[in-house]
């Protein structure tokens, strides 16, 4: 009997369906080794007695003959031309027994393998710890990411001569620092900025502000470091041109000598202009980067001081498996396998002892819920820096997974995150403080994947 058209075509979708099921058990099976659940360890220390030293550099990034831009996820990256130049900038911290380099580039992230190879080049400089962090500008250049889901969601196409440029780029804005390298003293001030930042899922608003200024003893400006919370995202995704948004025009309005600035619990923070703020002729952007100006150019600092303490420790963390949060659960082994080569497995936390202040860098994008968490187990001083020293996403509270809430969506690896990273944020902590001796670094291993 000869069957309708309508039968052989159930009988192709019965097929179809059935190799669906049979790939997705395939890609189910327990194909990568899962990190051991182990404590964070501290992996060096460095602490410093005596009097300061600062060196400050900017460098502007040289883009290729055809640049990419990153920030949102798009048909095409190829950039429209450049709209501000981007920079990298490096303040270089010393004491007698500790030397540090704090970096702040305007890209969208920073990358592990960026940060392990610019480490590698700077070898011959014997850092204790390099602080490499992202602005995390949505329309800074792209095509430096090595990795599937960046590059189809963020960075744009992967480019080997590109990676190359920042490495030596950002290695040679470390090195003119470095050289810049000279007696200077330390004032600080941590304030609350209101008004310019909402939480775009309505819960905690940031807005605190941190301002430290380096100066030579003779009162000559060394650098002003910065570090605020907002997503840099006023230019959009139907821009295409090459630019910092509001940290870049931050970066170029100093009068109190040049600046570098650092992004702080930056995961559900977002730019909010106030009504009316925004005079004749002039952008929202640019507006908002000039309101920041004027409470920054007017806060007062508190009294310079000549030997600060300066410490550095760097503390390690296996990462919990793969959990995407924009995926059922049913899928979560099979995403372990298709995008567990490509994801870290660990995660490196770096705290600096400056002052009175204890920066705390991550790989991440915390919200502020979960920052405050943080900064609880970090002590007196703790600011959270995010987008340090690679990426590995955005991370929620635990009460946000529970009910879905908030950022738990774009969370990779799940409600699990936040806690290990705790550990190693209290771990880095504790030993730049002298509190607990560095464990020694764990023994060479084949990398566990999730």
């Given at each position: 009997?000869?069957?309708n058209?309508?039968?052989?075509?159930?009988?192709?979708l019965?097929?179809?369906?059935a190799?669906?099921?049979?790939?997705?058990?395939a890609?189910?099976?327990p194909w990568?080794?899962?990190?051991?659940?182990?404590?964070?360890?501290?992996t060096s220390?460095?602490r410093?007695k005596?009097?300061?030293v600062?060196g400050f550099?900017?460098?502007?990034?040289?883009?290729g003959p055809?640049p990419?831009?990153?920030?949102f996820?798009r048909?095409?990256y190829?950039?429209?031309?450049?709209l501000?130049p981007?920079t990298?900038?490096a303040?270089v911290?010393?004491?007698?027994?500790v030397?540090v380099?704090l970096?702040?580039v305007?890209l969208?992230?920073?990358?592990?393998a960026?940060?392990?190879?610019v480490?590698a080049?700077?070898a011959?400089?014997?850092?204790d710890a390099?602080?490499?962090?992202?602005?995390h500008t949505?329309?800074?250049?792209?095509?430096?990411w090595d990795?599937?889901?960046?590059e189809?969601?963020?960075?744009?196409?992967y480019d080997?001569?590109?990676f190359?440029?920042l490495?030596?780029?950002?290695?040679?804005?470390?090195?003119?620092?470095?050289?810049a390298?000279?007696p200077?003293?330390?004032?600080?001030?941590?304030?609350?900025?209101?008004?310019l930042?909402q939480?775009?899922?309505?819960g905690r608003?940031?807005?605190?502000l941190l301002?430290?200024?380096?100066t030579?003893?003779?009162?000559?400006?060394?650098?002003e470091?910065?570090?605020?919370t907002a997503?840099?995202t006023f230019?959009?995704?139907?821009?295409?041109?090459?630019?910092?948004?509001w940290?870049?025009k931050?970066?170029?309005?100093?009068?109190?000598?040049p600046r570098?600035?650092f992004?702080?619990?930056?995961?559900?923070?977002?730019?909010?202009v106030p009504?009316g703020a925004v005079?004749?002729?002039e952008?929202?952007?640019a507006?908002?980067?000039?309101?920041?100006d004027?409470?920054i150019?007017?806060l007062?600092?508190?009294?310079?001081d000549?030997?600060?303490?300066?410490?550095?420790?760097?503390a390690?963390?296996n990462?919990?498996?793969?959990s995407?949060?924009?995926?059922?659960?049913?899928?979560?082994?099979?995403?372990r396998?298709l995008?567990?080569?490509?994801m870290?497995?660990?995660?490196?936390?770096?705290?600096v002892r400056?002052g009175?202040l204890?920066?705390v860098?991550?790989?991440s994008?915390p919200?502020?819920a979960e920052a405050?968490?943080?900064?609880?187990?970090?002590g007196?001083?703790?600011?959270?820096?995010?987008?340090a020293?690679g990426y590995i996403g955005y991370v929620e509270?635990?009460?946000?997974?529970?009910?879905?809430?908030g950022?738990a969506?774009?969370s990779?690896?799940?409600?699990?995150l936040?806690g290990?990273?705790a550990?190693?944020?209290?771990a880095?902590?504790?030993?730049?403080?002298g509190?607990?001796?560095?464990a020694?670094?764990a023994?060479?291993a084949a990398?566990?994947?999730p």
């Amino acid at each position: 009997m000869k069957r309708n058209p309508a039968g052989h075509a159930l009988d192709a979708l019965g097929l179809a369906l059935a190799a669906a099921v049979l790939l997705l058990a395939a890609l189910s099976l327990p194909w990568r080794a899962v990190p051991p659940d182990e404590p964070a360890r501290v992996t060096s220390t460095a602490r410093g007695k005596g009097l300061l030293v600062a060196g400050f550099a900017a460098r502007t990034l040289r883009l290729g003959p055809a640049p990419l831009i990153a920030g949102f996820p798009r048909w095409s990256y190829d950039a429209d031309g450049v709209l501000d130049p981007v920079t990298a900038r490096a303040l270089v911290l010393g004491e007698p027994g500790v030397r540090v380099a704090l970096v702040s580039v305007e890209l969208l992230v920073i990358p592990e393998a960026l940060e392990r190879a610019v480490q590698a080049a700077l070898a011959d400089l014997k850092l204790d710890a390099l602080l490499l962090t992202a602005t995390h500008t949505h329309a800074g250049p792209g095509g430096y990411w090595d990795s599937l889901p960046g590059e189809w969601f963020a960075t744009g196409r992967y480019d080997q001569a590109t990676f190359d440029r920042l490495v030596v780029d950002i290695g040679a804005v470390v090195r003119a620092a470095t050289a810049a390298l000279g007696p200077a003293t330390l004032s600080t001030q941590v304030s609350h900025v209101d008004g310019l930042v909402q939480n775009r899922n309505g819960g905690r608003v940031g807005g605190r502000l941190l301002v430290a200024r380096l100066t030579r003893p003779g009162g000559a400006p060394v650098a002003e470091l910065l570090r605020f919370t907002a997503h840099p995202t006023f230019l959009g995704k139907a821009n295409a041109r090459i630019s910092g948004d509001w940290p870049g025009k931050l970066l170029a309005a100093g009068v109190r000598g040049p600046r570098i600035f650092f992004q702080g619990a930056i995961g559900d923070q977002s730019v909010m202009v106030p009504p009316g703020a925004v005079k004749l002729g002039e952008s929202e952007l640019a507006a908002y980067a000039r309101l920041l100006d004027d409470t920054i150019n007017v806060l007062s600092t508190g009294p310079a001081d000549a030997s600060p303490r300066l410490s550095v420790a760097v503390a390690r963390v296996n990462l919990p498996r793969l959990s995407p949060g924009a995926l059922p659960h049913l899928l979560w082994p099979a995403a372990r396998t298709l995008l567990g080569g490509s994801m870290p497995t660990t995660a490196q936390v770096t705290a600096v002892r400056l002052g009175s202040l204890l920066l705390v860098g991550t790989p991440s994008e915390p919200t502020e819920a979960e920052a405050i968490q943080w900064r609880l187990m970090a002590g007196p001083g703790a600011i959270t820096l995010s987008l340090a020293s690679g990426y590995i996403g955005y991370v929620e509270t635990r009460e946000a997974f529970e009910t879905g809430a908030g950022e738990a969506r774009r969370s990779y690896y799940g409600a699990e995150l936040g806690g290990k990273l705790a550990q190693a944020i209290a771990a880095a902590a504790q030993a730049a403080d002298g509190l607990t001796p560095p464990a020694a670094p764990a023994p060479p291993a084949a990398a566990a994947r999730p």
